[in-house]
């Protein structure tokens, strides 16, 4: 019983955005800072794929959280100056399509990791939310979870 989880294949897919790298206590003042900064420079943002906007959390390194708050791009010729392109392979994910608050958001990824032990996967830190709006108050946000390693009996 997933209510709506499953593991799917995505990708690959181009992000350009702002990074973020905070320990997790100042992320929760880092983050937004970065989502103003993008907000501010959408425009700047060229070939874009999608409408909104994706938090991509990339990895978790001796307690430091690396971020990028961005959108999906169709090109990475052209990065704006101070934003950073990411190059995301074809990967298997646990998928959940969040309907709700964004306050929530952090609950429904922790009903992904969950669900994806019970099930007998290994995810890992990598993650995508995407779903953003600038002008915010949003309620769907797509959130995948990477799987590391596939279920045993899984090849």
């Known amino acids: ?3 709506g989880m499953e593991v799917v294949e995505k990708g ?11 320990p997790w206590q100042e992320l929760w003042t880092e983050a937004p800072k970065a ?8 425009g700047e943002i060229t070939e874009r794929a999608s409408e909104v906007f994706v938090d991509v959390s990339v990895e978790v390194k001796d307690g430091i959280y690396t971020q990028v708050v961005g959108a999906e ?4 010729d052209a990065v704006p100056e101070g934003m950073v392109a990411l190059e995301i392979p074809a990967q298997r994910y646990v998928h959940f ?11 429904s990824f922790g009903k992904l990791y969950a669900w994806g032990r019970d099930e007998g996967h290994e995810l890992d830190e990598f993650k995508l939310d995407i ?3 600038l002008e915010g108050g949003e309620r769907v946000h797509d959130l995948y ?3 590391a390693a596939p279920a045993k009996g899984e090849s």
Not at 12 to 22: C, D, F, L, S, W
Not at 73 to 76: W, Y
């Open 131 to 133: 779903g953003y709006t």
């Open 97 to 107: 399509r969040h309907e709700g608050t964004l306050e929530a958001i952090a609950e």
């Open 145 to 147: 979870v990477r799987v």
């Open 12 to 22: 690959p897919i181009k992000v350009v955005g702002i990074e973020v790298r905070a």
């Open 1 to 3: 019983m997933g209510g």
């Open 35 to 42: 989502w103003q900064r993008l907000r501010s420079r959408a």
């Open 73 to 76: 791009v169709r090109s990475l």
